[in-house]
Every structure is written in C-alpha cells, then in structure tokens.
C-alpha cells in the first residue's frame, strides 16, 4: 500500500530536549515537505526537499533541520525544541510539487 | 511570495445544497492544489490542476489562470462532506519550489 509514515503519532516532551520525527515514503517520490498547522495560521511549510540532499527552507524554518540521505527517508530535528514548537505536523511527498501530495497522518508535538 | 486566500473561512450548509469555495493567489502558477482534511485530522489531495476544470465524483475544481483565481464546487452536499478545504499555490509560481497555503474553509453540511 502506497503510504507516508510518521512517527511518533503523538509526543510530550519538555523545553531543550533534542527529538526526531521520521518520516517514510514507499512511493519511489522525489518530492517531500514538512509541514507544520496551527490554529488560526493554517498549513505552513518548513522544509522540503526536491530530491537526495538537497533540501531547501519554507516559510518557517527556524528551529527545525532536515536531512534527506536517501529517497525514502525525510527526518524533522528539533535540536533543542521550545513550547512555541508546539504544533500538528505532517509528512508529505509526491514525484515533483506540481503533482498531487501524499500527506503522512500527522504528528501532535506539545513541548513543555 | 505567493500570496493565498481563501474564502469564506467558515460556511454552514444544508444537505443537499450547491457548494462554493474560492482561492485566489498573486503570482501566477503552474499548478494549484486542493486539499481536504478530515475532522480527525488526517488531510488527502482532492485535485491538483493548472487549466480548466477537473471533476471527480461530486467535487469540481475550476481555475481562471488569467484572473487568478480557483474554485472548488460541491454539488448534492452531504454531511460526510464536512471537513476544511484547503488551497495551495507555490511560493513563486513555478513547479520547483515549495508550497504557500490559505487558511481553509471550514465546511458543516446540516442533514
């Protein structure tokens, strides 16, 4: 089954304390973004990544890097997270950005 | 940048009505995008267009490349329905950058 795969699905955590969330795709896509949704701001993109290692920021990059060493695999790292991390996120790819996205199912963060 | 906005932000309907949601966006695009987002969360690519229209099932999109401007229709509402609509336009217009969004459209269908 084609999917994107996040994980962790929910996570609670505290103010400076390093974390990763993966995400994963099976669709041989070039094209992978993070996202990140908050109330009342609506999607806004952090990364993305048009193919192996070469990424580039989006409209809220501070506070987030990435890596994409292979096709599949696109990472979000929060060095050293704050509360106004706090946020949905999601995982999405598809061959090119002008092709239809697949979204992951979203990660809740809250950072204390 | 890609400025995109949507509209209405809110909009309450009875079964069965006709359904109108409008993006419009400032720099001029290859591709726009449609997406849903269900009340649990989770958010699927409704249509991806750059021309015309495009129909699947009782959703059409439309696009006015010239004017600007998309619209998403809904024909024959139902409560399963209910759920954000939102549209995104790349940050320069062109198919090699990433993707700016409007707030969505917040859609109740009443039974």
């Known amino acids: 089954e084609a999917q994107v795969t996040q994980n962790p699905r929910y996570l609670i955590t505290v103010t400076g304390k390093k974390l990763t969330v993966t995400c994963s795709q099976n669709m041989n896509h070039e094209y992978m973004s993070w996202y990140r949704q908050d109330p009342g701001l609506g999607l806004r993109q952090i990364y993305y990544s048009m193919n192996v290692e070469v990424t580039d920021k989006g409209d809220v990059p501070e506070g987030y890097k990435v890596s994409r060493k292979e096709k599949r695999n696109f990472p979000l790292i929060l060095e050293s997270p704050s509360p106004n991390q706090t946020s949905l996120y999601f995982c999405?790819?598809?061959?090119?950005?002008?092709?239809?996205?697949?979204f992951g199912d979203g990660t809740r963060l809250s950072i204390l | 940048k890609n400025e995109v906005e949507q509209s209405p932000q809110n909009l309450t309907a009875q079964e069965g009505e006709f359904i109108t949601i409008n993006c419009s966006y400032s720099v001029g695009i290859s591709a726009l995008h449609w997406l849903q987002q269900h009340p649990g969360g989770g958010i699927v690519s409704l249509f991806m267009l750059s021309s015309g229209k495009k129909k699947h099932g009782r959703l059409i999109a439309t696009i006015n490349i010239q004017e600007k401007h998309s619209s998403l229709h809904i024909t024959a509402s139902h409560p399963r329905d209910s759920a954000v609509y939102i549209c995104?336009?790349?940050?320069?217009?062109?198919?090699?950058?990433?993707?700016?969004f409007g707030k969505g459209t917040h859609l109740i269908i009443q039974p």
């Open positions: 999405a790819s598809s061959m090119m950005v002008a092709q239809p996205q697949h």
């Open positions: 995104a336009a790349p940050y320069s217009g062109g198919g090699a950058d990433g993707l700016t």
